[in-house]
């Protein structure tokens, strides 16, 4: 089975410093993990994904994560926030083979001037 | 298309009345799923295609939903004698070969019942 924990629901930063978003899984087998944005009324767009090659995976505006097994964890980091960032942020997991997406609750960013 | 599109973008249905939401996915995508996404409940998963195999209907909330794919195409999501608690912003999306790829996301189908 598979599951992913956000750890915060909210997240609140200033422009210009650093933003750390937490996510934990759970999964049966090695997993494939992947953070999408979803910005006020629109849809969700996938900012990076891990599949079992490089541990530390970027993605687009400057995001990226870094898949840690022995601590389940997969947090999503970016050195500097940027006003643009302030959107819902989730946590997906896939088992892999035939299997769904499940994902976390997400985490709403908050960027202040 | 482009892109995953899904229609209507906006259903506002009578409490008791059957809706369906139509998904176009990304051509040659054997991956589709549906999702609901209800305010402060994150993404609940419904119902999840894969090529020629049997859906995975786990995360369906009751009888009242189903959903086909015909052609391994286009897929419409049904929902039977609307209930209140059914008002949410109805999700498609579709990858290329499931698991390990990325899922497209449409914009979603808002769904009002009153």
């Known amino acids: 089975a598979q599951s992913v924990t956000q750890l915060d629901s909210h997240v609140s930063v200033s422009e210009g410093t650093p933003v750390l978003l937490r996510c934990n899984y759970s999964?049966?087998?090695?997993?494939?993990l992947f953070w999408y944005v979803q910005h006020p009324n629109k849809g969700l767009q996938l900012l990076l994904k891990?599949?079992?090659?490089?541990?530390l995976v970027k993605g687009i505006n400057g995001f990226e994560a870094e898949f840690k097994k022995s601590e389940t964890s997969f947090h999503l980091t970016k050195p500097s926030a940027h006003m643009s960032d302030a959107a819902e942020y989730f946590c997906?997991?896939?088992?892999?083979?035939?299997?769904?997406?499940?994902f976390g609750k997400g985490t709403m960013l908050l960027v202040s001037p | 298309g482009a892109g995953v599109s899904q229609s209507p973008s906006n259903k506002v249905t009578e409490k008791g009345k059957d809706v369906e939401l139509r998904c176009d996915p990304i051509?040659?995508?054997?991956?589709l799923y549906w999702y609901r996404q209800s305010l402060g409940q994150g993404l609940e998963f419904l119902i999840y295609?894969?090529?020629?195999?049997?859906?995975?209907k786990s995360g369906l909330p009751s009888d009242r939903f189903s959903a086909e794919r015909t052609g391994g195409s286009v897929s419409t999501l049904t929902i039977q004698r609307t209930q209140q608690e059914d008002s949410a912003v109805y999700l498609c999306?579709?990858?290329?070969?499931?698991?390990?790829?990325?899922?497209?996301f449409g914009q979603g189908t808002r769904l009002t019942v009153v």
């Open positions: 999306a579709s990858s290329l070969k499931g698991w390990n790829t990325e899922a497209f």
């Open positions: 999964s049966s087998y090695s997993p494939s």
């Open positions: 891990y599949t079992s090659a490089a541990t």
């Open positions: 997906v997991v896939s088992d892999g083979g035939y299997s769904t997406l499940t």
């Open positions: 051509s040659g995508h054997t991956a």
């Open positions: 295609f894969q090529g020629n195999s049997a859906p995975d």
